[in-house]
Nanobody, 116 residues
């Protein structure tokens, strides 16, 4: 079955960096676009970044453009989110996501807290 396992979250000071990873299994990773979402307390889940199956096309939410970079390693079935210049408003649970046919798949999430 499809599994998405995120890692790399933690506590970081404003201006710091983190790199999230999402290890995928149970499907042919190279065939599918991958997404990172986040959900802050009391807020709706929002799309942060998307990468095409081959990795050539990426898109970002306006709030993270120029600070976050999504990438993937199809040989390792892993998608990454490099987060730089982190702000307190980036504090959220970050989720890895993909859509296969009409079904959405989600990881368990990893907490990112930006605070001094």
């Amino acid at each position: 079955q499809v599994q998405l396992v995120e890692s790399g979250g933690g506590l970081v000071q404003p201006g710091g960096s983190l790199r999230l990873s999402c290890a995928a299994s149970g499907f042919t990773f190279v065939f599918y676009a991958m997404n990172w979402y986040r959900q802050a307390p009391g807020k709706e889940r929002e799309l942060v970044a998307t990468i095409s199956n081959g990795g050539r096309s990426t898109n970002y939410a306006d709030s993270v453009k120029g600070r976050f970079t999504i990438s993937r390693d199809n040989a390792k079935n892993t998608v990454y989110l490099q987060m730089n210049s982190l702000k307190p408003e980036d504090t959220a649970v970050y989720y890895c996501n993909t859509r296969k046919m009409t079904t959405e798949y989600w990881g368990q999430g990893t907490q990112v807290t930006v605070s001094s």
